[in-house]
């Protein structure tokens, strides 16, 4: 589900990430020379880097860039620390050298999911982390600098796999170790090792860490703060041409392919480069994240999780701040709209009287939930007033905004109202998600629970949307996600379909 703020006809309203210095001069005759760390070999993982080099964004904020591959003997973090490198790329495992005294930055997150899965043979029947006990087990689990494979070593600490309880393989690097048996289960990337399999012929089970609620961020930019203090205004041209090129590269993913593999000498033939760009592109999430966006409260999660595996002694909510720069979300405005907001200083808005924690009207009638929040840091930076009426139902706040009697109203994406009103991007997004009782096995997707009975809420469009692809579903229709909820915890129902958001504050 996507919640968005539905401006009427005359206003429009946007939120854009901005750089402090966005605006400095730059004189178009003078190029400086910067490196990128890659963290790994020539390959899509990196499309939007090439695609600005190759398309001249570096060059129209005065740069022009290097790549350099890894190697074993390369650390990604000493590259830059070190000056050899002005600019990195690793996960979220840079929170564990920045906690040990390394001083880097990281301004802008590429992957919003990390790539890091454990993958079997499906005739193994080692489908999730119980299964997984006894086994032989191929991955990094050394305390390295980059701690790279932190996710798959934090769902072990969640269900409580200890190292005695497993056998540990160190990397071979050889995916035919699980072909032949020298393994049980191994690691790797959801953006290239599920090919692998898919061209041997040999069905998988992926397990990824997370569909059991651990999110880490994947490719982190980063950089030194020396580079910080000495080329100040760098990074931040150097960030926004890579993600102007990364955007490019989602838009034409054939022709980035094609560079990669000719002027780049990619070891990835053309097929496995396209499987690789349509897997990144989920991970990055641009339909619903802003592309490059890093939050904080996101990094405290991983930094918390890092303590607890004694990778990295315990940072402060401060110093995880500290840790994210270059990055300050301001209000964008053209001059008409500034205008406009002049002359309406107080704006009428509407929005459902009851639907947490989305939104909804107390009985103070104040206007409160996450949709609200954003709400007041929308009005504090636009110095205006927001005068909230609360609707009863969708139909009166359809009617309030068609009359004209508010300025403007939240509501989610695919609405009705699409012709009739301004769309802003999305300001919070919810996947719709299966809900089953507790002892239940864990399933990853419909397909595998199409004979049971599924209970889905009467009139909504994502109901529509899954019985168009399994018209053949047992449906239980409910009038709530309330009924819904109660239906799987009775019986009467084996699964719920809902929104995640809405689903968790009911349960």
């Not at 009427?8 to 001069?25: C, G, H, K, N, R």
């Not at 939050?295 to 991983?302: D, F, I, N, S, T």
């Not at 907001?341 to 009851?354: I, V, Y």
Request: net charge negative.
């Amino acid at each position: 589900m996507h919640f968005l703020l539905l401006f009427y006809l005359s206003l429009v309203l946007s939120i854009a990430s901005a750089s402090p210095i966005d605006s400095e001069l730059h004189p178009k005759n003078e190029i400086e020379k910067v490196t990128l760390q890659l963290k790994w070999f020539h390959q899509f993982q990196f499309a939007g880097y090439y695609a600005a080099q190759e398309k001249g964004f570096y060059r129209e904020v005065g740069l022009d860039v290097n790549f350099i591959e890894r190697s074993s003997e390369i650390n990604v973090v000493k590259q830059v620390v070190s000056g050899v490198a002005q600019y990195g790329i690793e996960d979220s495992g840079l929170l564990v050298p920045y906690a040990n005294g390394e001083p880097i930055k990281a301004f802008a997150a590429i992957f919003q999911h990390s790539p890091f899965i454990f993958a079997s043979k499906q005739s193994s029947g080692i489908v999730s982390p119980y299964e997984m006990v006894g086994k032989r087990i191929m991955f990094d689990s050394v305390n390295g600098v980059g701690a790279d494979e932190v996710p798959l070593r934090a769902l072990f600490a969640e269900y409580g796999i200890t190292a005695d309880k497993y056998t540990h393989i160190k990397p071979s690097f050889n995916n035919t170790d699980l072909i032949q048996d020298k393994v049980d289960v191994m690691s790797g990337y959801i953006t290239n090792l599920p090919y692998f399999f898919e061209q041997q012929g040999i069905k998988i089970n992926i397990i990824n860490p997370l569909n059991y609620g651990i999110d880490f961020y994947g490719d982190l930019l980063f950089t030194s703060e020396q580079e910080l203090q000495h080329h100040p205004g760098r990074a931040q041209r150097f960030r926004k041409a890579s993600l102007k090129g990364w955007q490019y590269a989602l838009d034409h993913p054939e022709e980035i392919i094609q560079l990669i593999h000719n002027k780049y000498h990619a070891k990835p033939s053309l097929d496995l480069l396209r499987y690789e760009a349509k897997q990144v592109k989920k991970l990055i999430l641009t339909d619903s994240i802003p592309l490059g966006e890093i939050k904080p409260a996101r990094l405290k999660q991983v930094a918390n999780i890092h303590a607890q595996l004694k990778l990295a002694p315990r940072l402060s909510n401060t110093a995880i701040d500290s840790f994210v720069t270059i990055q300050r979300t301001e209000i964008q405005l053209t001059k008409e709209e500034q205008l406009w907001l002049q002359e309406h200083l107080k704006l009428r808005f509407s929005a459902n009287s009851n639907q947490l924690p989305y939104e909804a009207f107390d009985e103070n009638s104040h206007y409160t939930g996450i949709v609200a929040e954003y709400l007041k840091l929308i009005a504090k930076r636009l110095g205006i007033v927001v005068d909230a009426i609360p609707s009863n139902t969708k139909i009166e706040l359809t009617e309030l905004a068609r009359q004209g009697k508010v300025d403007f109203i939240s509501d989610p994406v695919g609405s009705t109202l699409k012709d009739e009103m301004l769309y802003t991007q999305p300001f919070h997004s919810s996947p719709f998600v299966i809900v089953m009782h507790k002892d239940e096995p864990f399933v990853e997707n419909i397909s595998q629970i199409t004979h049971k009975k599924i209970t889905l809420i009467k009139g909504r469009s994502y109901a529509n949307k899954i019985l168009k692809e399994f018209p053949d579903l047992n449906v239980h229709w409910v009038d709530s996600i309330e009924e819904g909820l109660t239906a799987v915890s009775t019986s009467e129902a084996d699964a719920f379909i809902a929104c995640l958001t809405r689903s968790i504050y009911k349960i």
